[in-house]
Nanobody
Framework: QVQLVESGGGLVQAGGSLRLSCAAS????????MAWYRQAPGKQRELVAR???????NYVDSVKGRFTISRDTAKNTVYLQMNSLKPEDTGVYYC?????????WGQGTQVTVSS
């Protein structure tokens, strides 16, 4: 069993910054990729950023240049540094980890950006 614990969400003014963390624990043997998704009210969940085991990163166009995904391999933790936040970044952010061919999800953390 694998558990993902997220932290770092909150309320911030537009232009501000937040850093999300997601720590994975349990039977972790091979992490192929770690990612962050978000879901805004009334919208579908979307991929925000993804980091593969080969250090390849992908970002949704709307966050390029503002968000950075990184990983502490020793701690099995993935981070999302979010700068220059905009109201449209508001939503629930979910951590996602791909172990082998199995995906695991965190419980989600709320990010609210006020204008």
């Amino acid at each position: 069993q694998v558990q993902l614990v997220e932290s770092g969400g909150g309320l911030v003014q537009a232009g501000g910054s937040l850093r999300l963390s997601c720590a994975a624990s349990g039977r972790i043997f091979s992490i192929n990729a770690m990612a962050w998704y978000r879901q805004a009210p009334g919208k579908q969940r979307e991929l925000v950023a993804r980091l593969t085991s080969g250090s390849i990163t992908n970002y949704v166009d709307s966050v390029k240049g503002r968000f950075t995904i990184s990983r502490d391999t020793a701690k099995n933790t993935v981070y999302l540094q979010m700068n220059s936040l905009k109201p449209e970044d508001t939503g629930v952010y979910y951590c996602n980890v791909l172990l082998g061919f199995v995906q695991y999800w965190g419980q989600g953390t709320q990010v609210t950006v006020s204008s």
